[in-house]
């Protein structure tokens, strides 16, 4: 007979202690087991999508904010280019395994003109309890907490972008990772390449507070 659709509801999972301390590893990958646990706005796809696998196929296939209504008349920018805007979207994430990372790629592909105009990556350490309760807060996070890791950078639309983490003394230890966008706008992949570190401040959880699906649609 046929099967139209297999869901697969879980969390990824990857055998750390199999993994050389040396290898390269996109650290925040899905498959792995990272994860969104919070975010401000998903109009037009979740941002568990930009941690997906592989490229993107679409923009359905990416993380799209809605646009903001506190856009001034006039738009200008700074002397690097960067528009001066209020405002911005942000998307967090705990990474599958504390680490260190040293390279950052964000890709725009398909967003053309919809894409944001620049962005900024910080990451912090965050027991599991500490994130639990900075969910329940909407990720209020006091801003020392943070640790910059790319800053304000201009973005181009439907172009791959990959960037050095801020080095030397920045280059510290996180567990999550914290996307921000301005003003708004999407963004179809998420790589935080670096190396997993021995600590670990989570404790193995009974269950997994958030679900995702992997989903295959069947060609017509």
Known sequence: GGIARLRVLGTGQKDWTATDPKEHADLVAITFGGVCVGFSNAKFGHPNNIIGVGGAKSMADGWETARRLDR?????????????????????????????????????????????????VDGCVLTTQEEEDMIKQKWILPAHKWKPLLPVTKLSPNQSHLFDSLTLELQDVITHARLTIVPDGGVSRLRLWGFPSSICLLRPREKPMMKFSVGFKANP
């Open 72 to 120: 001034p008349p006039i738009l200008e920018n700074d002397d690097n280019g960067i528009l001066l805007v209020p405002g911005c979207e942000w998307a967090v994430f705990r990474l599958a395994h504390p680490g260190v990372i040293t390279r950052i790629e964000i890709d725009t592909k398909y967003f053309k003109g919809n894409a944001p105009d620049s962005c900024k």
